[in-house]
């Protein structure tokens, strides 16, 4: 069974930097499709922040690029976030998400490529930034 644990959020002041993690487990293809990361602010709607498309291009929201760099470790099958320079408005529970549309022990399948569209999501870490 397929799982995706975030960790790595808390309370910053503006300014400072986070690096959020999350660690997946149940198939090694977790992370050969679409994956990234979401973040939905208090009253607001989910939002797509930064994705990794299955041929290894970032993709990033406005409001993030140059603040936040997606990355992956491959051999420990861990997909991060690092935010710097966090505003206020970065405020927001952050989701990592990712695309498997079939997996077996030896292949797999994605969705649509070049957009995220989850199959997993994970339960969500907390990002506060104060001014």
């Known amino acids: 069974q397929v799982q995706l644990v975030e960790s790595g959020g808390g309370s910053v002041q503006a300014g400072g930097s986070l690096k959020l993690s999350c660690a997946a487990s149940?198939?090694?293809?977790?992370?050969?499709?679409?994956r990234g990361w979401y973040r939905q602010a208090p009253g607001k709607e989910r939002e797509l922040v930064s994705f990794?498309?299955?041929?290894?291009?970032?993709n990033y929201v406005d409001s993030v690029k140059g603040r936040f760099t997606i990355s992956q470790d491959n051999a420990k099958n861990i997909l991060y976030l690092q935010m710097n320079s966090l505003k206020t408005e970065d405020t927001a529970v952050y989701y990592c998400?990712?695309?498997?549309?079939?997996?077996?022990?030896?292949?797999?399948?994605?969705?649509?490529?070049?957009?995220?569209?989850?199959?997993?999501w994970g339960q969500g870490t907390q990002v506060t930034v104060s001014s």
């Open positions: 998400a990712a695309d498997l549309a079939w997996y077996s022990n030896t292949d797999y399948g994605c969705g649509p490529r070049g957009q995220l569209r989850p199959t997993y």
């Open positions: 990794i498309s299955s041929d290894g291009t970032t």
């Open positions: 149940g198939s090694r293809y977790i992370f050969k499709c679409e």
